[in-house]
């Protein structure tokens, strides 16, 4: 390759693979195709990531799924088109900034992404864990005057909003 791109070529070393939806294991191969998620620059070179990807049939035959592919763990995840390790360094980017600025401090470090890929990727992150609130305050408000009324939930200690109630 040229001098301005690092080719990787990474391989699954288990022969295999557990299936999915039923949990049997199988090590009949189906096919295989090639994957190349993104991933992080490195001294300033983009970096190409050629995974070959195993599909392998589940051997027992009540599962209705016939086939699945070879997930690398801690690489690639399902439907994924970036590396873990990409992955979490845009979440991370997105959620001090968010946005454009987001995107620009991205496209900065050599991982261009769009604004909207950006805010998909926070929104995809799981709720965190919120405590039990000891007291609760009650407001209602109304959104249009006189015709659509809500309720609020807000927990008093902390002052967040707990739920919106029609």
């Known amino acids: ?6 080719r990787v070529e990474a391989r699954a070393t288990a022969s295999r693979a557990v299936c999915p939806r039923c949990g049997c294991w199988s090590d ?12 992080l620059p490195v001294v300033g070179k983009l ?4 995974l070959p990807v195993r599909r392998f049939v589940c051997v027992k035959s009540p599962c209705p799924r016939k086939s699945f592919a070879d997930l690398v763990s801690g690489l690639t995840r399902r439907f994924g088109r970036r590396t873990e390790r990409l992955r979490s360094t845009l979440v991370s980017v997105g959620l001090a900034l968010a946005g454009r600025a987001g995107a620009r ?7 261009p992404v769009s604004r909207n890929a950006l805010l998909r990727l926070i929104t995809s992150l799981p709720d965190p864990a919120a405590a039990t609130p000891r007291v609760v305050g009650v407001d209602e408000y109304a959104q249009r005057k006189g015709r659509i009324y809500g309720t609020l939930l807000v927990d008093v200690e902390t002052l967040r909003p707990i739920d919106l109630l029609p």
């Open 1 to 6: 390759m040229s001098d301005t791109v690092v």
């Open 28 to 39: 009949r191969i189906h096919g295989s195709y090639l994957r190349f998620p993104r991933n």
């Open 47 to 50: 970096v190409v990531v050629a």
């Open 105 to 111: 401090m991205a496209d900065a470090f050599g991982a």
